[in-house]
């Protein structure tokens, strides 16, 4: 078995992004809900006013998966947290320990700049992934929902 690593992804990776973007909607069974574009992420990811970061997961040099985050508040904590927007582990690597190694990448980041809070969502019918999410020790967090605008409420609400 070769080992997983994982590095920093590039601007020359948003084409492989957007591929494993595609990929995860459609696990999610959401595949027409991709309105993004590959100069979408490389602009949203890569460019100056980002204010995320990508990582790419590969095993034998093949890429098997990613993960974007980017850190958010805790006025409770008074300190940052990491937020991981996605992460997709290809069908065939899932039980290679390719998205262990990505959780784990993305702690040790999360510990060295302080942050106080490591967070993510998942869907409720995702059982496999909240399985995964608990052996590591991941606790669902009980009586939240999480709330969203977007489109034309958003925009309502912005000019109201």
Not at 96 to 110: F, S, T
Request: charged letters at 20%.
């Amino acid at each position: 078995m070769h080992p997983v690593e994982i590095r920093n992804a590039t601007a020359d990776d948003a084409s492989l992004m957007l591929r494993f973007v595609q990929e995860l909607a459609n696990y999610e069974k959401e595949p027409e809900a991709v309105v993004a574009t590959e100069a979408d992420i490389q602009a949203s990811i890569f460019g100056p006013e980002s204010t995320v970061e990508a990582v790419i997961c590969e095993v034998a040099g093949e890429p098997v998966g990613f993960a974007v985050y980017f850190y958010n508040y805790s006025t409770w904590l008074g300190r940052n947290g990491m937020y991981l927007e996605d992460l997709y582990v290809s069908p065939a690597y899932r039980k290679v320990g390719a998205g262990k190694a990505l959780l784990k990448h993305l702690a040790g980041i999360a510990v060295s700049k302080g942050c106080g809070r490591f967070e993510w969502s998942v869907l409720d019918w995702n059982e496999p992934a909240i399985g995964f999410y608990q052996s590591l020790g991941a606790k669902p967090m009980d009586g939240w929902t999480v709330y969203r605008l977007t489109g034309a409420e958003l925009e309502a609400l912005a000019r109201s």
